[in-house]
């Protein structure tokens, strides 16, 4: 027997160690309900879980930032819902006031009330914020380097032969629409031209008789106020493509009318109408309908710089969405200063309003369009935050039964190797038997 080293009293002490280190692991997992708590638990399943952690949260937080985008455009929203009210307001006005039965005063009380509902829209472009920052006021929208002019393009028209007109030469009185009807301008019908420039209205009138498309770009004050591409000597200051084009080449029967582009919105012609009138004063209706459905295919855009908001939809970089929301200011919808004094301006005023209010309907389905995306986009960041979360459980959790079971076990392994120390310790007394 060795009385030098007592190794059975060594190898319980030991073992007391071990099981005593293993039962305070147990213990650590079953109060924090981890697996892992240091690196040394499990260093690669830390390292994986630790990323995942980092998606989950920026999943999070890319959640919220879209919930606040919402807000933003459901901000916009509810500010271009009245600006469409004052529009249509508006509109009343000037279907009122193109009634003759309105005298001078009447008309100049509807004025009043005109001019202060467009001193409306311009309040609710430039005071509407979301988190002080401006929403309708332009600051928003995508970078304009140059003034762009405003195109207007009215409905398909034919000439005689029933073809599209390939050029300016087909006169006035033989113009068809597009279903090859005849318009039935006469040689002694009055043309009636009219449109508005920075709330001006400007009117010009002359006989059909031997007058072409083209030439209508010679007609008043169409030299000063519109500029575009040339087809042929009197086309210098306006387009007016009978038959061809935006690109100038592709006869399609088109009449085209485009602003001066140096001007952007204050050069915007809106309201355009071309009244076509017998001798005896009659409307001849379907002429007017067809050489005046004019709508918008191009809005004029002032010099800008860039200011769409970026939103962060993702966890790591470059997964954002960006959202414009352009001027909804009365300049930008072509209703600044805009007269409805005489039953002309009145039409004009229509015309403008129309074309103003599809602005505003255009804006708010693209913001509903932003709405949409960014609600499916939350739906999907919570799907894939729900799934990132349960893998990471699966990695980093402890299972509360088994760990339990184990520290049990360790927990009575160490008094079982306690209760061995104090037998080792008693191995030795026996030696003394021998030295008797």
């Given at each position: 027997m060795i009385i030098n080293h007592n190794l059975s009293a060594m190898n319980a002490n030991r073992m007391v160690t071990v099981n005593s280190t293993k039962a305070s692991s147990a213990m650590a997992k079953l109060s924090s309900g981890l697996r892992i708590n240091s690196a040394a638990d499990d260093a690669s399943g830390l390292a994986i879980s630790e990323k995942m952690k980092g998606q989950i949260s920026g999943l999070n937080t890319a959640s919220a930032n879209a919930q606040t985008a919402v807000s933003l455009t459901q901000t916009a929203d509810g500010a271009l819902t009245e600006t469409t009210a004052v529009l249509q307001r508006m509109r009343e006005l000037a279907v009122q006031s193109s009634n003759d039965t309105n005298t001078d005063a009447d008309r100049s009380a509807i004025q009043v009330e005109t001019t202060a509902l467009t001193a409306q829209i311009d309040n609710i472009a430039t005071t509407t914020q979301f988190n002080t920052k401006n929403l309708l006021d332009g600051s928003m929208g995508k970078a304009v380097?140059?003034?762009?002019?405003?195109?207007?393009?009215?409905?398909?028209?034919?000439?005689?032969?029933?073809?599209?007109?390939?050029?300016?030469?087909?006169?006035?009185?033989?113009?068809?629409?597009?279903?090859?009807?005849?318009?039935?301008?006469?040689?002694?019908?009055?043309?009636?031209?009219?449109?508005?420039?920075?709330g001006t209205t400007t009117t010009n009138k002359f006989l059909?008789?031997?007058?072409?498309?083209?030439?209508?770009?010679?007609?008043?004050?169409?030299?000063?106020?519109?500029?575009?591409?040339?087809?042929?000597?009197?086309?210098?200051?306006?387009?007016?493509?009978?038959?061809?084009?935006?690109?100038?080449?592709?006869?399609?029967?088109?009449?085209?009318?485009?602003?001066?582009?140096?001007?952007?919105?204050?050069?915007?012609?809106?309201?355009?109408?071309?009244?076509?009138?017998?001798?005896?004063?009659?409307?001849?209706?379907?002429?007017?309908?067809?050489?005046?459905?004019?709508?918008?295919?191009?809005?004029?855009?002032?010099?800008r710089a860039n200011g769409t908001a970026t939103v962060q939809i993702g966890a790591n970089v470059n997964q954002n969405l960006s959202i414009d929301i352009n001027d909804m200011g009365s300049s930008a919808l072509g209703v600044a200063g805009l007269q409805v004094g005489t039953q002309n301006q009145a039409n004009v005023a229509i015309k403008a309003i129309d074309n103003a209010t599809a602005k505003v309907s255009s804006e708010r389905a693209k913001l509903g369009a932003f709405q949409n995306r960014l609600s499916s986009t939350i739906n999907n960041l919570g799907t894939t935050s729900q799934n990132l979360s349960s893998a990471q459980s699966s990695i980093a959790d402890v299972d509360m039964a088994a760990t339990m079971a184990e520290y049990s076990k360790d927990n009575i392994e160490s008094q079982a190797a306690q209760a061995m120390i104090s037998q080792a310790n008693q191995q030795p007394s026996q030696v003394l038997q021998l030295l008797r």
């Open positions: 380097n140059a003034a762009v002019a405003n195109i207007s393009t009215s409905s398909i028209l034919k000439g005689t032969g029933g073809t599209a007109i390939s050029d300016g030469s087909t006169a006035l009185t033989d113009l068809s629409d597009s279903n090859g009807n005849s318009l039935n301008i006469k040689s002694t019908d009055t043309i009636t031209v009219s449109y508005d420039k920075a059909a008789a031997s007058l072409t498309a083209t030439d209508l770009n010679s007609v008043g004050d169409f030299s000063t106020d519109l500029t575009g591409a040339t087809l042929g000597t009197a086309d210098t200051n306006l387009n007016v493509l009978a038959g061809n084009g935006a690109d100038n080449t592709t006869p399609n029967g088109s009449l085209t009318i485009t602003g001066d582009p140096a001007g952007g919105s204050v050069n915007a012609i809106e309201g355009i109408s071309i009244t076509v009138k017998d001798k005896d004063g009659k409307v001849n209706v379907a002429a007017t309908n067809a050489l005046s459905s004019f709508s918008e295919t191009t809005s004029a855009g002032d010099v």
